[in-house]
């Protein structure tokens, strides 16, 4: 202990906080996130479409009712990413749905609860338009 007590009074000193749990829940959701849906539903998307963008954004998805913790399929913002692409509305709409690994991962998050960082995440697309040829 005294010799990792200047260690940890240093560390007091950079003010490091312990990670936040929401945060690291989150972690996997945001990958699926900016690969597949921010492109269309980030900041440049159509007022009419649920935004993506920031996970401020998602907060007020889940407390205008399309996200509803803990109950991924009744959530809209889950179901239309298991519809078959031959029902309209199937997110993604290009005929390219995500992956089960991918729905599974967000099933998994809303069940637990739905949480977000407590601090806003800006959301930004990676890789790829998820777009059929
Ligand atoms: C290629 C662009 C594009 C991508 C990628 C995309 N969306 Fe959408 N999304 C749209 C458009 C356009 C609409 C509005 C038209 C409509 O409802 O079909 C929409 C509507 C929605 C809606 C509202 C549906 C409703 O029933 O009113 C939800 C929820 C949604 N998207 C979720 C997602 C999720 C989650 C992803 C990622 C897995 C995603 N979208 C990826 C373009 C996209």
Redesign the pocket.
């Known amino acids: 202990m005294k010799r990792l007590l200047p260690f940890l009074l240093l560390l007091a000193a950079c003010g490091h906080k312990p990670a936040d749990p929401a945060a690291t829940a989150f972690a996997p959701v945001r990958a699926?996130?900016e690969t597949?849906?921010v492109?269309?539903?980030g900041d440049n998307r159509?007022s009419?479409?649920?935004p993506?963008n920031d996970t401020r954004a998602i907060a007020k998805l889940i407390s205008s009712g399309?996200i509803l913790p803990g109950k991924p399929e009744a959530s809209?913002?889950f179901q239309?990413?298991t519809f078959p692409d031959e029902i309209?509305?199937a997110?993604?709409?290009?005929g390219h749905a995500?992956s089960k690994k991918q729905v599974q991962i967000l099933r998994d998050w809303i069940k637990a609860g739905a949480r977000v960082p407590a601090h806003n995440v800006k959301l930004s697309p990676q890789g790829p338009?998820?777009?059929s040829v």
């Open positions: 699926v996130l597949q849906c492109h269309c539903h159509l009419s479409m649920p993506i399309w809209r913002f239309v990413v309209p509305g997110m993604p709409p290009s995500i338009l998820p777009r």
